[in-house]
Structures are given as structure tokens and as C-alpha cells.
């Protein structure tokens, strides 16, 4: 048999049988086909390897873990971007906001927690766990509680399809981490685990997470914000704000820099809105907003 | 032909009635209510649990009338629920959204012990050896601690006339 006729066979069987087997055992099942029926250091072993690390890194961190990387990772956010703005009104409003928003999620069993930090870059972002982090430069330059709204439950998407923690799987640097521990933090695995927390920080304050994520968090954002009573026109308009003030815009850090063409996302998002024929009928403006608005320095 | 077109429309509503009965809908969001009327200031029939089947009876604008497994009927907001089961990945170890946190005095008391407990000895190990400001941490510690209720969340929605409470 040629090699290719081995791969393909042996990749025939093990997608049978992986067909049938929990997720949880089917890296163990690539990397134990791939001992049986390869030779050590052949491509097929190689490939069979591969696989087996693809499917552990679609694995689920526990919630303890993906909650302990959302926090370094926040503190991190606090280092680049501000402290929160401390104002207790402004503070209970986001809460409020996302929590009506969260209820109605597609993650609603976690609890979330919603920060305005005082940046004037136009950025927001989610770490993973629940905890998400809004400039007040963004905020404020926003027109209605209802692109607030459509802002925060796009983040809330973030979290609930875990974009963040799967970049970092996809690199696997979470190998070894499915529950991490105070005690494991030492030596390698903390060295792994603050790794881990510097890529997701270069991923969502430099370089950003892939356009197709983006794309998912716009279309259940949107969801999200129709299932609560917002207008998911409103995101629409968000992007707008944003097109129209990008010339001059500082773009290192801030969402002109870590998101897909403004353009792109408003031409995807007209397509989506037809799902909701009703939008005008829903909230956009309730005459909330400005009142905190002036409350953040 | 007049005995034959009553029996045939008779069939015809039979069968309208039960593909209605049989069409069922899930709970898709968490604190979700079944309300005595189509509308949010509604009296509440009994709290429905996330993910729960409901039998469609009827529908009013964006309220389905709805029946539970244990017989229950009601109303019940369309945001709320989902015309497919959510395949969902249950978030292990976490303490729900609102978590125990649905009366003012659990509140007080997780409040308490959160700002006993502090972040996470994960997050608090990798901020000494990364060696970030302690005020990060009180700033993190602080926004962790800060909790709404289920209630104080209806009551924004309420006051906003959002959703079920729009007129």
C-alpha cells in the first residue's frame, strides 16, 4: 500500500470510530491508533499526532480556569488601557444592562461582570469567565442605550463561544491546563499559564481574534440584543459612529485596529438584520444614557 | 355533500388543533417567568427553568401561550424562548448567573465572603509573579464583588420598557 493509501485508511477508521466516541477520548484514540499502526517519526504518526492535539485543544477549560485566566488577563486590561471609572451609578448601570442582556444569551449559567475603564481609545473587550472591559471613550462617544446594549451583548458573545480561550488552544499553549491550580502555578505550568494570559492580551489589545469570531460575535450579538428588546439595528449604527470618527482615530489598541473592516461588518450586519423584521418596533433609546455618560470623567 | 364538508372540516380543525399542541418551544434564557397574562407586569404562574419544553397552545403579538410538562399554562415572552432545544455546554463548577445571589441577604453574605476571598489563587499567583500593582488587583477585587439581582435586572428592563415591559 502507498502512503497516501495508508493515511487515507487509516484516517477512514479513525473517523468511524471517532464518530462514535465521546470527545473527551477522541485525541486519546488519534494518538493510540497512531502508536498502533505507525511507525515512530513516519508522516502518518506525525499526521495521527496532529489530530489528536486538534481535538484536545476543542477541549473545554473548566470554568475555575477559563475564570483565572479572565482575571490575569483583566489585570493585564487595567496595566494597557485604565483603571475602572468608579463612579457607583455608572458602575450598577453596566452591570444592570448586561446582566438583562446575559439572561438572554446564548451562555446564560455564568455569571458576568461589566467594567467602563478610563481610556479615550474606542475599545472594548471580554476576558474569558465573564469579565468585560469597556473603554469610556467608547461609551461616550455612543448615542443610545440601545448601541450600548448591542456593544456589550457582542462582547457577552465573545464569551459565550469562548473566542478568546480557543485562540490560545489553537496555539497550544493550553496543553496540560485543563484544570489549572494554585499549587501548578509554580514552575512550568505558571510559566505556561502566563503565556498563555500575554497571547490572549496581544490577541485582543494588538493583533485581534479572527474575523470569522468577530463575525459570530456581531450576528449573536445582534441575537442577543433583539431577544432582550433592543433594536439590533442599533449595532449597525455603532459601527457607523465608528466609520465615521475613524479618520484621526488612534487605531493601535482600539477596535479600528483589533476588528474586521468597519465596512465589511455593516454590509454582514444589513444581511442579518433581515431576520428581524420588527427592529423599528424594539428599544433603541430609553434617555438613560446620557445622564451616565456625564458621569464618566 | 353537505354531510360530507362537516366531517372534513372537522378533521381539518382536529388537525390544525394538534399540530399546534404538538409544536413545542425551550427555555432559552436564564430567570425566564410563565405569566398569568401576555404582558410583563403580569402575576408570575411559576418560574420556568432553563432549557424546560413547552407546549405551544397559542400566540398574541410576542407572547406564546404555553403549557409545561407538569401541566402548568401560561404566558410566556418570545425573547425567552427558543423554537429548537439549545445544545448547550454546561459551564462546570460556575455558580450561574445570578448565582445564590437572588435575595438580599445571600448577597450580602457572598459579597462578604468575595471580599474575604479576593481573585482567584490562580490569578493571584500570576499577578505576584508577573508582579502587577496590588491597585490592579483592588480594582479587579472590587468589580468582582459589585452584584445585581434577578430582580434589580427585571426592574431596569421595567423602567427602560424593554422587551416584555414595552407598551
Known amino acids: ?297 | 355533500m353537505t354531510k360530507r364538508i362537516i366531517p372534513m372540516t372537522l378533521l381539518f380543525v382536529a388537525l390544525a388543533v394538534t399540530a399546534l399542541a404538538a409544536r413545542y418551544v425551550w427555555v432559552a434564557s436564564e430567570g425566564t417567568e410563565l405569566k398569568n397574562e401576555p404582558k410583563g407586569a403580569s402575576a408570575v404562574v411559576v418560574d420556568l427553568k432553563l432549557d424546560e419544553r413547552l407546549s405551544v397552545l397559542d400566540r398574541a403579538g410576542r407572547w406564546y401561550k404555553v403549557k409545561t410538562d407538569a401541566g402548568k399554562s401560561g404566558w410566556v415572552y418570545r425573547g425567552r424562548i427558543s423554537s429548537q432545544k439549545p445544545a448547550r455546554e454546561k459551564a462546570k463548577g460556575a455558580p450561574g448567573l445570578f448565582g445564590s445571589l437572588d435575595s438580599d441577604i445571600a448577597a450580602n453574605r457572598a459579597s462578604t465572603d468575595r471580599a474575604m476571598r479576593g481573585l482567584s489563587p490562580e490569578a493571584e499567583a500570576y499577578a505576584k509573579a508577573t508582579k502587577t500593582p496590588e491597585e490592579y488587583q483592588k480594582a479587579l477585587d472590587s468589580v468582582m464583588a459589585l452584584k445585581v439581582t434577578r430582580e434589580e435586572v427585571i426592574e431596569f428592563l421595567r423602567k427602560g420598557k424593554i422587551g416584555e415591559f414595552a407598551q
Request: proline share 4%.
Open chain 1, 1 to 297: 500500500m502507498t502512503m497516501q493509501k495508508t493515511v487515507l485508511a487509516v484516517l477512514a477508521a479513525v473517523l468511524m470510530l471517532s464518530m462514535s466516541a465521546p470527545a473527551k477520548a477522541q485525541s486519546g484514540l488519534f494518538d493510540a491508533i497512531g502508536k498502533e499502526h505507525t511507525k515512530e517519526g513516519s508522516p502518518e504518526r506525525k499526521l495521527l499526532q496532529g489530530l489528536g492535539t486538534i481535538m484536545r485543544s476543542t477541549q473545554g477549560l473548566d470554568y475555575k480556569s477559563e475564570l483565572a485566566l479572565g482575571e490575569s488577563l483583566a489585570l493585564k486590561g487595567f496595566e494597557r488601557y485604565g483603571m475602572p471609572v468608579e463612579d457607583k451609578h455608572v458602575r450598577r448601570f453596566v452591570n444592570l444592562m448586561g446582566n438583562a442582556l446575559a439572561m438572554n444569551s446564548n451562555r446564560p449559567d455564568i455569571p458576568y461582570h461589566f467594567v467602563v475603564v478610563k481610556s479615550p481609545l474606542k475599545n472594548a473587550f471580554s476576558c474569558p469567565g465573564g469579565i468585560i472591559i469597556l473603554s469610556s471613550g467608547l461609551v461616550k462617544s455612543l448615542m443610545t442605550e440601545g448601541q450600548l446594549a448591542n456593544v456589550l451583548a457582542h462582547e457577552i458573545a465573545h464569551v459565550a463561544q469562548k473566542h478568546a480561550v480557543k485562540t490560545i488552544q489553537q496555539g497550544q499553549l493550553l496543553q496540560g491546563l485543563s484544570q489549572m491550580t494554585a499549587a501548578g502555578m509554580q514552575g512550568e505550568e505558571g510559566r505556561k499559564f502566563q503565556k498563555a494570559v500575554s497571547n490572549m492580551a496581544t490577541t485582543l489589545f494588538d493583533t485581534g481574534l479572527s474575523h470569522s469570531m468577530e463575525f459570530e460575535a456581531d450576528r449573536l450579538g445582534m441575537q442577543t440584543a433583539y431577544r432582550t428588546g433592543y433594536s439590533p439595528h442599533a449595532m449597525i449604527e455603532v459601527l457607523r459612529i465608528l466609520e465615521e470618527r475613524q479618520k484621526g482615530s488612534t487605531v493601535k489598541g482600539s477596535w479600528y485596529g483589533t476588528h474586521p473592516p468597519l465596512d465589511q461588518r455593516i454590509a454582514k450586519l444589513n444581511g442579518e438584520l433581515k431576520a428581524y423584521p420588527d427592529w423599528k418596533e424594539l428599544r433603541n433609546s430609553t434617555g438613560r444614557l446620557n445622564w451616565y455618560k456625564e458621569r464618566i470623567p
